[in-house]
């Protein structure tokens, strides 16, 4: 138990060194001194009002988090010598790189020797991080397009008119219904390649984040983002263009249809969550934190994630089917077809594969 709160705790501090590298190429960005005594003040105030409450030994807790700040400290002045020393590799324009997915995307690509041109909604174009109007470079290696599902189609053919014969990533979450945008782009002279970023602009690291490309695994050993995305720690995999979106239908659609049932019967009980919150037990507790991270994410985005798929119809009727194999299992006096149903689960899980 004892290693696993320590594996844990490393975990986090990885994710703080990581944010502490993003807002180290900000400082850089916007000219500030990476050392802030100010902020470190109020860090450290904080730190100390949160031992309190946590009946733990300020003493002790300064020590341990004043090796964490200088650790963080430590990233961003390396990060700020690489980037004064770092050539620029490329050029890169970025469709909503003033969006959420878009920032990461542009921060990412900036922090690795990108010139970053961003192309915002309105028209405007502006260079990345100072926000600055500019124009769309001539000689850009590649675009990416990262704006609302709805308008992604769109946006890769306007991309292929704009900045012509260029390679076009798209990443939206859901890929069939982009066929024909991708088939016109490339009629066009574009090279259209198809990624997911599993995650949101939330995020504190790509570290360990799942990024699925469309295609063959050989595809991408040298694509440029595929290799941005490994330097950052990213979980890189490949998967058909056509098996996408029904995988899709389990990882996103399935799973956030269950948090938002969960939410829903919950909010139509009238019980008081805080009440719920302190009698959760611990698989409970990890349920309402999952279904209220869900609850607050972009309402639009998650309808256009359920709306816009061809699975949608075949997932419904999935879960009706295992709805319906839970209350035949609970009409029985016996437990055995319960217990079947369990026994299925746990196979499953242990098999990593079908079973029947």
Known sequence: MIAEIDNEIMELVADRLA????IGAMKVASGKKIRQPETEKKVKERIE????????????????F???IEASVGEQEKLEASLKEQKPVGKCVIYGGAGGMGKILSEMLHMHGYEVTVMRSSGAVLKYPSMEKTVVPEDAGFVIVSVPMKITGETII?????????????IC??????????SRAEKSGSEVISLHPMFGPGIRAIRDKPVIFCGKPDQFKEDPIWKSFEAEGARLLTVPFDDHDKMMSYVLQFT??????YFTVLSNSGIDVKLLEQ????ICSRQIHTAKRVS???PQLYFEIQRLSDHLGQMYEELGVAQAELIEALASESSAKFKQLMEKGKKYFEGGGKVG
């Open 256 to 261: 956030h249809a269950m948090n938002i049932i």
């Open 173 to 182: 979450s859901m890929k069939t219904r982009l066929k024909s945008a991708i």
């Open 279 to 282: 009698a959760a037990s611990p």
């Open 296 to 298: 607050q994410q972009d």
């Open 66 to 68: 004043a090796g964490i």
């Open 49 to 64: 009002q949160k031992a309190e409450e946590l009946g733990l030994s300020k003493e002790n807790i300064q020590e341990i």
């Open 19 to 22: 944010v502490a590298r993003r």
């Open 158 to 170: 306007t991309a292929s008119i704009q900045v012509p014969g260029k390679r076009i990533y798209e």
